[in-house]
């Protein structure tokens, strides 16, 4: 909401009120990024239960690493991790999911497994910000402490990523860790 827009003299979140504020945020990413750096745009966008992204959300992305010159773009507000992408050898975070919470036990999206959680490790070509690799390491929440996932949730969420990322090009495979293939 516009109310949790930041102002000269009040804290904020830096709200994106229209196309026009891309070119507004491409410039002050070159106007800061030096040689060697890896710019991250970290976005809370999105519905909170659900897989789908919007197209809007997609060019918004695509957009902050062409136009605006962001290496990774970093979606939250999901409560699950949602799709992953690699465009142009930059990785998208559509939505990480939750790695910790205080809401364990809220009942009515267990369909979404909101109780497994990643831990994205990615690896990036410096000085050009290209994705190298990127490993997941999947956990379970319980009783508010994050323990190693089961293998067979493990699997769940790699079968849940591949399904949902593979539109977009990424796929993933299942070792000890889940790792992103393109």
């Not at 519905?47 to 992305?61: D, I």
């Not at 998208?92 to 009942?107: A, V």
Request: hydrophobic share 45%; aromatic share 10%.
């Amino acid at each position: 909401p516009a109310s949790w827009a930041a102002g000269a003299y009040k804290p904020g979140v830096n709200l994106l009120a229209s196309a026009r504020s891309l070119a507004q945020i491409a410039r002050s990413v070159e106007a800061i990024k030096q040689p060697g750096d890896l710019a991250v745009a970290s976005i809370h966008w999105g519905g909170n239960w659900g897989y789908e992204v919007p197209a809007e959300e997609r060019a918004l992305a695509h957009a902050l690493i062409d136009v605006a010159g962001f290496d990774v773009v970093h979606g939250h507000s999901s409560h699950h991790p949602k799709p992953i992408e690699i465009h142009d050898r930059r990785l998208i975070l559509y939505g990480c999911g939750d790695f910790l919470t205080d809401y364990e036990g809220i009942t009515g999206y267990e369909t979404f497994r909101g109780q497994l959680a990643l831990m994205y490790l990615p690896r990036l070509a410096i000085p050009d910000g290209t994705l190298v690799s990127l490993d997941l390491v999947p956990f379970q929440l319980a009783k508010f402490r994050l323990n190693r996932a089961r293998p067979e949730d493990a699997a769940w969420l790699a079968a849940m990523l591949e399904r949902k990322s593979s539109p977009f090009g990424t796929h993933v495979a299942l070792d000890n860790r889940l790792t992103v293939l393109w």
